[in-house]
């Protein structure tokens, strides 16, 4: 799995995990307010941009990876947060490796498994070659909240997600329930959620707050499913918080 750090090596660490289809280059908006204020990790998850090589299987098996990189890059732990998949990866990983997540905050998690996920998994096999399509990857762009600076980034890693990885990403993304470790994590942990997301969304991000006693949520005004790419400078501000 490829691994990008930047920022001060003594300042504290930050893992930053990404939404699928898209990969760690989504954070750059927020890294350029963040400044020397963390040692941020970003890793391209499997199947995903740098790491397009290796399929992705399953979040047990990601976490299972992030938890290694953590071990050997913050062994003293580290704020973990992520968006979208990745939000879902922040709760599994606060859930079984509590002692590498100093702080879980977690952007638009899916917490609520949609009841007929054949249907659209068999909807999206069929979509699959559209991605390869510049066309089709603008118009997905746009949906996603991804700025004109990062739009060519999107198209060539968009062309890069294999089929396999995006039916086992988007599997686990819409089967996702929470990990029963999630109510125990005694680290602060914030939810976070968009004003103008879909309402499962919205209920998800009060299942995961209600879940965990002493988390905090917020509903972001004016943002879709989109808060990091959004809302940059309001990201970067609530990571400076919380290390």
């Known amino acids: ?118 249907t659209t998994l068999g909807l999206l096999s069929a979509a699959a070659p559209l991605a390869r399509q510049r066309w089709f990857a603008r118009l997905q762009a746009k949906e996603l909240f991804v700025p004109a600076e990062l739009l060519d980034d999107y198209v060539r890693d968009s062309a890069l997600v294999s089929r396999a990885t995006l039916l086992a990403s988007v599997g686990e993304n819409i089967r996702f329930t929470l990990p029963a470790g999630w109510s125990r994590f005694e680290n602060p942990a914030l939810v976070m959620v968009g004003e103008r997301e879909r309402t499962l969304m919205r209920d998800s991000a009060r299942d995961i707050h209600d879940a965990l006693p002493g988390s905090r949520m917020i509903s972001v005004p004016g943002c879709g499913h989109g808060i990091p790419l959004q809302r940059p400078d309001l990201f970067a501000e609530i990571l400076a918080e919380q290390v």
């Open 1 to 118: 799995m490829y691994v990008l750090e930047n920022g001060d090596p003594q300042a504290p660490p930050v893992l930053l995990l990404h939404g699928g289809g898209v990969a760690g280059w989504m954070w750059r908006p927020t890294l350029d307010r963040l400044g020397g204020a963390a040692r941020v990790i970003v890793p391209d998850l499997p199947g995903h941009g740098n790491s397009a090589g290796e399929t992705y299987r399953s979040h047990a098996e990601t976490a299972r990876a992030l938890a290694e990189v953590l071990e050997e890059r913050a062994p003293r732990g580290a704020l973990v947060a992520g968006f979208s998949l990745g939000a879902q990866l922040t709760t599994l990983l606060a859930a079984t490796r509590p002692d590498l997540v100093t702080g879980a905050v977690v952007v638009s998690a899916q917490a609520r498994p949609l009841r007929f996920p054949g």
